[in-house]
């Protein structure tokens, strides 16, 4: 299910320049300027607009951050880092990509993702001075649970997932494809919101007359968003990315999607109750600030939102080969048929 096998030598050599040089931070992700000296050094940035005179998103972006989404607790209530810990943040994420294969030691048997080129330096990963992506809450941290949803993750059975490294402890449900998540059936890999993942963060934004288009290199899957001013879809109706409408303020692109899918919610939402308000706002020539904000009262306490910067890159994507029914499949469902025979053949069985 890997499909990038490499980069231009171009965007190599631009990547590695960022990584032994001093890096140059984000300005959006930095505290306000306190002189104007370094006001008058910054040269002024007009950005450019669509024949229709909308501000201009298109290009390819990628997501990919070494900062966590939720404020570890060494740094407390600090926002920002200073440059010199922002600079031993991204050293230190660099060097992961060579001490472990994705959340796997070295010396476990998972493929090394720099050599196919999948290491997040070799994509054009940029510094952030943010020490989290949640911004509200100011601590940091998503909101707790309800007790709702608390009951309703107790609840849910235990299903091997698309990360290949995640360990599923104790039995899990494998009777036909249906019980598996809909990454492992190549189905979809869920969004929005735009998250940075360990690998293949990377999005094509086009924008028409009245519409914008997002495709994401995840599966090559595709959001087509009216800019028309049309009515949300019936709330019968449930697609995979839910249902998004756009508008623009000012020179910001705001989304609002509903209408998602059961078992195709960011981090198990409830599909009825889930909105996600996504912002777009173009920054400079190779940064747009894309903020989300994600409502839902009867999964989280109150809503939260997180700032994720979308860097330029050079396209164009390459193409995910995933298709349903593949070898990972056909695995999982002889391994669980192996698993039931277990007792028969005196094997040990996990009790949990």
Known sequence: MKNRLGVSSSALASVMAGVLLAPAFLGAQAPPATTSTTATKTKAWTAPRTPDGQPDLQGYWTSLSFTPMERPAKYGEKEFLTDEEAAQVFKAGVQHAY???????????????????????????TPNRRTSLVVDPPDGKIPPLTSEAQKARAAMKKIPTANENLEVQGPVRADGPEDLTLGVRCLSFGGPPILPAAYNSDVHIVQGAGYLMIEYEWNSEVRIIPLDGRPHLSQDIHRWHGDSRGHWEGNTLVVETTNFRPGATFQNANPKTLKIAERFTRLDARTIEYKFTIDDPTTWTKPWSAIVPLSHIDGPMFEYACGEGNNGIVNILAGARAAEKAPARGLQKDSN
Not at 109 to 114: F, L, R
């Open 99 to 125: 001490e472990f294969t994705y959340a796997n030691s070295a010396e476990t048997p998972v493929y090394d993702s720099t050599v196919y080129a999948l290491g997040a330096w070799q994509n054009g990963v």
